[in-house]
C-alpha cells in the first residue's frame, strides 16, 4: 500500500515546533540587521530633514527621481507619503504627476517652475503636448493661493502667449514671494506696449506688491521696470537680449523705479538704460539712496551693461557704509588704462569714499574670474579689521566677505597698481597674498594701516621670496607687524623665512634700525622648528608663534 500523506499527531507537533523555532530565528534576524542601523534609529524629523535636502540636491537622476528613497523601507515610505512638505516643489511636467504632488502637499507652501516655449514640430504629438501643458498650468493655477515661488521661462514670440492664459481666473497669487523669469524670442517685442506684449499672467503679478524677490534673464529693462515695488528686498537683472526695445527705457523712468525699492538688500544689475557718457554728462546730480542695500553687483557684460553706464549709475547712487560693491567682469588686460577705465576706478572710489557719507574701504578683493554662483545670499557684513585679497578661495576659507570686490574678465593677472592708485587704501589693514600676484607690489602706493600679511599655500616660492624681500625694505607699509604663513610646505617656508632674517640681519639693522620687529605665525610644526633656530638673535623678528589652525581671520 502506498503510504499516507496525512501526517500523524506526533509528527504535526514536531513540524509545528520547527516553525516556532524558525519565526524566533527570523525575527532575531531582523533585529541584529536593524539594530543600530538609521532607518529605525533615526528620529522622524531629522529624516525629514535629509529627504528634504536630498529632493532639492541637483545630482539626483531626474526631477521626480527623488521618490526612488521610499522604496528603501515601509518607514521610509511612511514618512515620504505622509510629509506635505516633501511634495511642494512642483516642476510642470506630466498631469498625473502634478496633481498627484498637489494633493500631497495639502496646504503648504508651493513652488513651481516650468518653462512656456514654442514646442517644435506640428502633428497630433505636438498638439497633444500642449494640451497637457495648458491642462497642468491650469491645474496648478487652481491652487495658486498657495504659490510661494514661481520659475517660469516665457515664449514671447507665442501670440497672446496663450499657453499661461488659460486658468489666470484663479490665478490671484496672493502668497507669491520669489519670481525667477527667463524669456526666449524677445526679438518680437518691438515697441513697449505692456497691455499687449506682457503676458497677462506678468501683469497679475507685476500688480501684487508683495514680491520680496524678483531674478530675470533676458527680459528688457522696460518689463522688469514695471516689476519692481516697495516690498522688494533681493533684484537680480540678468542680460537682457538685443531687442528693439533694448535702449528705449527713458532714464527717468529707470529711477523712478529704483526711488520706490525702499527696502531693496539685494541688488545685481546687468542692463542699463540709455545714459549720457559720463564724460559728457556735466556735474553729478542729486544721488539715489539706498539705504538698506547690502550688496550691489554690478556686471559689465552684456549689449547695455557697459563701462559708460555702469560709471554713470555708480556716480548716481549712494551706497550705506555697511555695503558690499561687486565689480564683474572687469577688463585690466590692457597696457594702460583707457578713459572708461579711469572713469569706473573713480566712481568706485567716490562711492567709498568717507567724505560721500560712506565708510573707507574694508576689504578689497581682486578676483581672477568669478568661480561661484553670481546670487549671493551667503554675503555678510564684513568685519573690522579689513583684508586685501588677491585669492578669492583663501577669501572664503578664512571666512572673509569684501567691501569691493572686482572679478576680472580675463585670466591674466590683473593690473593691481593701476587699481589701487584709484582707491582709498588707508583703512586696509590686512592683506591675502596668492599666486603670482605678489611681484606686481613693488610700486604700488604706500599702505600705512597695514599691519598684517598673510601668505597661501598656493603662493610659488619664487612669489614668496619677492614678498619678504619686498617686507624687510618696503616703504609702504610702515605699520606692519605681523607676517603670516598658512598653508606653507616646510620648503617653501623656510626659503621664504631665511629671506626675512637674511634680509634682516643685512639690512633692516643698518637702514632701518627704529623698524618694528615683526611677529612670524605658522601652522606647521616642522617650519615652526626651523623658523625658531632662525629667528634667534634676529633683530627683525620679534616672536615666532605656531597657530594650530592658522587662519586669514587677523583679529
Same mark, same amino acid.
Given at each position: 500500500?502506498?503510504?499516507? !500523506?496525512?501526517?500523524? !499527531? ?26 543600530g542601523n ?15 535636502l ?5 545630482c ?25 512638505t ?13 496633481e +498627484? ?31 497637457q501643458?495648458? !491642462?497642468?498650468?491650469?491645474?496648478v493655477?487652481?491652487? @495658486?493661493?498657495?504659490?510661494?515661488e514661481?520659475?517660469?521661462t ?5 501670440? $497672446? ?12 497669487f ?7 523669469i527667463?524669456?526666449?524670442n ?6 513697449i ?9 506678468l ?12 531674478t ?14 516697495? @516690498?522688494?528686498k ?16 527713458? @532714464?527717468?523712468?529707470?529711477? &523712478? ?32 539712496p ?7 553687483a ?21 551706497? &550705506? ?13 590692457a597696457?594702460?588704462?583707457?578713459? /572708461? ?9 567716490r ?30 557684513? +564684513?568685519?573690522?579689521? &579689513?583684508?586685501? @585679497?588677491?585669492d ?11 567691501r ?7 585670466t591674466?593677472?590683473?593690473?593691481i ?10 583703512a ?12 606686481r607690489?613693488t ?8 599691519r ?5 599655500? !598656493? ?23 605681523e ?18 632674517? $637674511? ?12 623698524r ?5 605665525v ?9 623658523? /625658531? ?15 594650530e589652525? /592658522? ?5
Amino acid at each position: 500500500m502506498p503510504q499516507s !500523506s496525512v501526517l500523524s !499527531s506526533t509528527e504535526r507537533l514536531v513540524l509545528e515546533a520547527r516553525h516556532d523555532d524558525l519565526c524566533r530565528t527570523v525575527l532575531a534576524l531582523r533585529k541584529a540587521m536593524n539594530d543600530g542601523n538609521i532607518v529605525v534609529t533615526l528620529p522622524e524629523d531629522i529624516l525629514l530633514l535629509i529627504f528634504k535636502l536630498y529632493a532639492a540636491a541637483p545630482c539626483r537622476p531626474g526631477r521626480h527621481g527623488w521618490l526612488a528613497i521610499s522604496w528603501i523601507c515601509a518607514r521610509w515610505r511612511t514618512i515620504i507619503l505622509h510629509s506635505a512638505t516633501l511634495w511642494t516643489n512642483i516642476p510642470l511636467t506630466h498631469l498625473a504627476a502634478v496633481e +498627484c504632488y498637489l494633493l500631497r502637499s495639502r496646504a503648504a507652501p508651493l513652488h513651481v517652475s516650468g518653462s512656456f516655449i514654442h514646442l517644435p514640430g506640428t502633428g497630433p504629438a505636438y498638439e497633444l503636448a500642449q494640451r497637457q501643458l495648458i !491642462s497642468t498650468w491650469s491645474a496648478v493655477t487652481e491652487h @495658486s493661493i498657495r504659490i510661494q515661488e514661481l520659475a517660469v521661462t516665457l515664449d514671447f514670440g507665442l501670440p $497672446g502667449n496663450h499657453l499661461l492664459e488659460s486658468g489666470l481666473q484663479h490665478a490671484t497669487f496672493p502668497q507669491l514671494r520669489r519670481l525667477y523669469i527667463s524669456g526666449e524670442n524677445t526679438y518680437h517685442l518691438d515697441r513697449i506696449d505692456s497691455d499687449k506684449k506682457l503676458p497677462a499672467f506678468l501683469r497679475a503679478v507685476a500688480e501684487k506688491r508683495h514680491l520680496e524677490e524678483v531674478t530675470t534673464t533676458n527680459i528688457p529693462l522696460p518689463l522688469v521696470v514695471n516689476m519692481l515695488s516697495s @516690498s522688494l528686498k533681493r533684484l537680480h537683472i540678468g542680460v537682457g537680449s538685443r531687442t528693439p526695445l533694448e535702449g528705449r527705457l527713458p @532714464s527717468d523712468l529707470f529711477w &523712478s523705479g529704483l526711488r520706490l525699492l525702499s527696502s531693496l538688500q539685494e541688488l545685481s544689475i546687468a542692463q542699463f538704460p540709455s545714459f549720457p557718457d559720463p564724460v559728457d554728462a556735466g556735474p553729478l546730480r542729486a544721488s539715489l539712496p539706498l539705504p538698506a542695500l547690502k550688496n550691489l553687483a554690478v556686471h559689465l557684460a552684456g549689449p547695455r551693461a557697459n563701462c559708460n553706464s555702469a560709471t554713470y549709475f555708480l556716480n548716481h547712487i549712494t551706497l &550705506s557704509a555697511d555695503c558690499s560693491l561687486r565689480i564683474i567682469n572687469i577688463n585690466t588686460t590692457a597696457h594702460m588704462l583707457n578713459p /572708461c577705465q579711469e572713469a569706473l576706478y573713480m566712481a568706485i572710489s567716490r562711492v567709498l569714499d568717507p567724505h560721500e557719507h560712506t565708510a573707507p574701504l574694508r576689504m578689497l578683493h581682486v578676483a581672477r574670474s568669478e568661480q561661484y554662483e553670481q546670487r549671493f545670499s551667503f554675503w555678510t557684513q +564684513c568685519p573690522t579689521p &579689513s583684508i586685501l @585679497s588677491l585669492d578669492h578661495s583663501a577669501m572664503l576659507r578664512a571666512g572673509l566677505h569684501p567691501r569691493l570686490e572686482i572679478i576680472v574678465g580675463s585670466t591674466d593677472t590683473p593690473r593691481i597698481g593701476d587699481l589701487l592708485r584709484l582707491l582709498p587704501l588707508y583703512a586696509v589693514e590686512g592683506i591675502v597674498f596668492s599666486d603670482g600676484s605678489i611681484t606686481r607690489w613693488t610700486s604700488i602706493v604706500p599702505a600705512p594701516s597695514v599691519r598684517v600679511v598673510a601668505v597661501s599655500e !598656493s603662493a610659488p616660492m619664487s612669489a614668496i621670496c619677492k614678498l619678504v624681500t619686498i617686507l624687510v625694505d618696503f616703504k609702504f607699509m610702515p605699520a606692519l607687524e605681523e607676517l603670516r604663513f598658512v598653508g606653507v610646505p616646510m620648503a617653501r617656508g623656510l626659503e621664504a623665512a631665511m629671506g626675512v632674517l $637674511g634680509c634682516g640681519l643685512q639690512r633692516c639693522g643698518r637702514r632701518f634700525a627704529d623698524r618694528t620687529p615683526l611677529r612670524l605665525v605658522v601652522d606647521d610644526p616642522e617650519l615652526y622648528s626651523e623658523m /625658531c633656530k632662525l629667528a634667534e638673535g634676529d633683530p627683525l623678528v620679534e616672536s615666532v608663534e605656531f597657530v594650530e589652525s /592658522c587662519v586669514y581671520g587677523f583679529v
